[in-house]
């Protein structure tokens, strides 16, 4: 007996293009480039201590922006509501760390 699905309710299967491919390849490859530059920069020691944290934190923030909208499909049409809790997770998170920070 074959099951009665109705055209309207499948929704057809995204399909990657070889530009999408190349999108990913061209990310990995940054993000490559981006872990190199943090381990340069620390092991080389041209830069003070002090200066390192904050260029540190940065790569690191390009890195996670670059997950999310590349590998995490973010930059796709309909990606409002994931980037939108994605968004508030991360709010949330800081202000339970600054709560904790602040409270002892």
Do not use: R
């Not at 499948?10 to 061209?26: F, I, L």
């Not at 922006?65 to 939108?84: N, R, T, V, W």
Request: charge should be negative; charged fraction near 15%; proline fraction near 6%.
């Amino acid at each position: 007996m074959e099951p009665n699905i109705e055209p309207s309710t499948v929704k057809p299967k995204k399909e990657e293009t070889p530009d999408s491919a190349g999108k990913h390849v061209k990310a990995f490859i940054g993000m490559i480039l981006l872990t190199a530059a943090a381990f340069i920069l620390v092991g080389t020691e041209t830069v003070s201590a002090i200066a390192v944290i904050p260029i540190l934190l940065i790569l690191a923030a390009i890195q996670v922006f670059m997950q999310l909208y590349i590998f995490m499909h973010l930059d796709e049409k309909g990606s409002f509501f994931p980037a939108l809790f994605m968004t508030c997770g991360i709010i949330g998170g800081i202000i339970c760390v600054l709560a904790m920070t602040l409270w002892a």
